[in-house]
């Protein structure tokens, strides 16, 4: 039983991890004010890429390089849509979900299915590794896990303590008076899409390179969707968002093992739940019945255009 | 002062005729982009794009394929160019489709049977109900509470499509089936063809939904007060105009005409019911409408065109060409039309000397 419970957990860490490197770019971005609905698109393109760079030099570290730069490069591509020439946002993120679905399964036709031969192997940390159960559930992973330890705390760190945070909280929330007050509000929407995108193709590369461990076209399967609902579960709060990616991981895991114990329930009925907590969630924290202020960024897909302002 | 300085000017009004070219422009660039990609792969862009053409559009046969494929489109595009028209984004009609196509689904498989017309227009009525039930959660929503209903018809869409899922495998699927397809629906349901063309008769439905958009908008009092809502609420609400109303209705309605395609899929195309159904129209359509710049009309030509590419797959995979590059295209030509769009609201200006003078007399 012990085990049972071991595994589960850890099968809820590798899989929250998975999403939650999209979910804290796309915190970073829509923070600042720009909404990216084409995570999937974005991940897919991580996954392609750190897949076959890594197919072909077999080096990890050119892999994962590759792999920030092809997701920097349409973070660019996106904040000069959106923030430049001002475009919509939802179309946008729909023009890049289709791209980025499409041309993934396009360069990738070739290496479909097939093994790398190098992936990212666990690794125990010592001694940490040895505290009994949880030893066994935190310390024996690979290095997408151990770098998400440390993300989590730092970029909440960094959005709610320092004061580069506290510009980006008010760039999604009023970005003229960021503007009148000396700051480039594009350049910094420029940057912040940048390095939300570059975080998403992470995403998929840990998908591609520690996950499967191949390529398959659309092999994100939603968990773009699932890491985009989770940015509003979370109330673009990292560290909430770091909990749901768990909640959400153990559900599917448990919906997966359930199979066994409850026939009745099929496991279509697991994978919804995820976005129907997104929706009741979302009902909760920012339902205009509540009195209270809300997280949800103010100017969050609206265009800022300095003539109309 | 500079010698040479280029300007960003906004656009007062912009021309019939530069409104036209500027799209056609920027497919144009859109499939320039794309040529470097089918290139990379060491296949002559230009007898892929002679190929799709002449397979999709220069025969009979080949436009017909093309119109089967767009009709979906169609439908989920004028579904999301209607929600715009209050700035509510439906990103849902792909869940709506879905639904839509339950509630059909479900009648024409295990519905009694009775007269051909009853019988296909109560099909017509469950699908569009179905879809405007599912988006009429999040125009509730939207309504009294003032909750984001870009992110809740998006996460209705995965609540459905995995609804479908379940069905599909589970209680519907066929007999002696290992896919997850339900069986046929009754043959009198059958969307009957275009006698004289081959043409699929989902089109005409399509057309007259559009038609009858167009009117609505621009003809009726309550389009005259959707497009009041548009430009301000407030004024909206100054003047008494019941906005709440309007978001329910509008989005019901969106989801209605998202459900019938459902109905045209369903009847007119695959004739039972599928996991996976609506296989991201719903996605392609938000895109569509935006191209076709939210006018009902529009929306089918862009449709068509797209169709004509998802036809031309097939015709081009021979070539050796992977099956992807229809939707690569398609991205290809949304962001480069996405990125013309806004010279139609600004414009380069190359300030002479002169003019720069005569502006600081």
New interface residues.
């Given amino acids: 039983m012990t085990a049972f419970l071991i595994s589960i957990c850890t099968s809820a860490i590798v899989y929250a991890v998975s999403i939650l490197y999209a979910s804290i770019g796309e915190v970073f971005s829509q923070r600042a004010g720009i909404?990216n609905?084409g995570l999937e698109?974005i991940m897919l393109m991580g996954a392609v890429s750190g897949f076959l760079s890594v197919y072909y030099t077999k080096h990890l570290a050119i892999g994962i390089l590759v792999v920030i730069l092809v997701g920097a490069l349409l973070g660019l591509?996106f904040a000069?849509?959106t923030v430049t020439?001002?475009?919509?946002q939802?179309?946008?993120g729909?023009?890049?979900?289709?791209?980025?679905?499409?041309?993934?399964?396009?360069?990738g036709?070739n290496v479909t299915g097939v093994a790398s031969g190098v992936k990212f192997e666990t690794i125990e940390i010592p001694l940490l590794s040895q505290i009994p159960i949880l030893g066994d559930i935190f310390f024996k992973h690979d290095l997408f896990v151990y770098a998400m330890y440390l993300i989590i705390p730092l970029s909440m760190f960094y959005i709610y303590k320092t004061r580069p945070g506290l510009i980006l909280r008010a760039l999604g929330e009023n970005p003229a008076a960021l503007d009148t007050s000396g700051i480039n509000v594009f350049a910094l929407r420029y940057a912040y899409v940048m390095f939300g995108c570059a975080m998403t193709a992470i995403s998929g590369a840990c998908i591609s390179l520690s996950y499967t461990n191949f390529w398959n076209?659309g092999m994100t399967g939603?968990k773009g969707?699932i890491a985009?609902?989770l940015v509003?579960f979370s109330r673009w709060n990292p560290g909430y968002a770091a909990l749901g990616a768990l909640l959400f991981g153990g559900i599917s895991i448990v919906g997966i093992n359930m199979q066994v114990y409850l026939p009745g329930v099929?496991s279509?009925?697991y994978?919804?739940l995820p976005?129907?907590a997104?929706?009741l969630a979302?009902?909760i924290t920012?339902?205009?019945?509540r009195k209270k202020h809300t997280e949800?960024p103010a100017a969050l897909?609206q265009k800022y255009d300095r003539?109309s302002r | 002062m500079k010698p040479f300085s280029i300007r960003l000017e906004k656009r007062q009004t912009v021309s019939l005729r530069k409104q036209i070219l500027n799209p056609i422009l920027f497919v144009l660039l859109g499939l320039v982009l794309s040529s470097i990609f089918i290139a990379a792969i060491g296949i002559s862009p230009f007898a892929v794009y002679a190929k799709m053409v002449s397979y999709s559009f220069l025969n009979l046969r080949g436009i017909n394929g093309s119109i089967e494929a767009a009709l979906p489109l169609i439908l989920c595009g004028l579904s999301v160019a209607l929600a715009f028209q209050m700035n509510l984004n439906n990103i849902g009609a792909e869940g709506q489709y879905a639904m839509g196509a339950i509630f059909g689904g479900s009648f024409a498989l295990f519905g009694p049977s009775m007269a051909t017309p009853i019988q296909m227009i109560l099909m017509f009525l469950l699908c569009a109900m179905g879809g405007a039930v599912w988006a009429l959660i999040a125009g509730l929503l939207k309504a009294h509470w003032n909750v984001n209903e870009t992110i809740v018809t998006l996460m209705l869409n995965y609540i459905a499509l995995l609804f479908l899922d379940y069905l599909c495998y589970g209680p519907w699927m066929a007999p002696k089936q290992t896919t997850a397809i339900s069986a046929a629906i009754p043959k009198n349901l059958y969307l009957p063809d275009i006698a004289a063309t081959k043409t699929n008769s989902g089109i005409l439905i399509a057309l007259v939904i559009a038609i009858a958009l167009t009117l609505f908008l621009h003809y009726t009092t309550a389009g005259y007060q959707i497009h009041v809502i548009q430009r301000s609420v407030k004024t909206a609400e100054y003047a008494g105009i019941n906005v709440k109303r309007y978001i329910i209705l509008v989005l019901a309605l969106s989801g209605a005409i998202a459900g019938l395609a459902g109905f045209v899929q369903v009847t007119g195309v695959v004739h039972r019911v599928q996991a996976q159904l609506p296989g991201g129209s719903g996605y392609t359509g938000i895109v569509i409408a935006y191209l076709s710049r939210f006018h009902p009309l529009t929306v089918i030509l862009v449709s068509i065109l797209f169709g004509g590419l998802i036809n031309s797959c097939a015709a081009v995979q021979i070539m050796g060409v992977p099956s992807q590059i229809a939707t690569m295209i398609q991205g290809c030509i949304m962001i480069a039309v996405i990125a013309g769009e806004f010279f139609n609201h600004y414009q380069l200006t190359f300030p002479t000397k002169e003019r720069e003078w005569e502006v600081n007399e």
């Fill in positions: 909404m609905l698109g591509l000069f849509l020439l001002q475009a919509d939802t179309v946008c729909m023009a890049f979900l289709i791209f980025g679905s499409g041309l993934s399964g396009f360069i036709k076209e939603g969707w985009f609902s509003a099929p279509q009925f994978g919804m976005y129907a997104t929706i979302l009902i920012t339902g205009s019945f949800e897909c003539e």
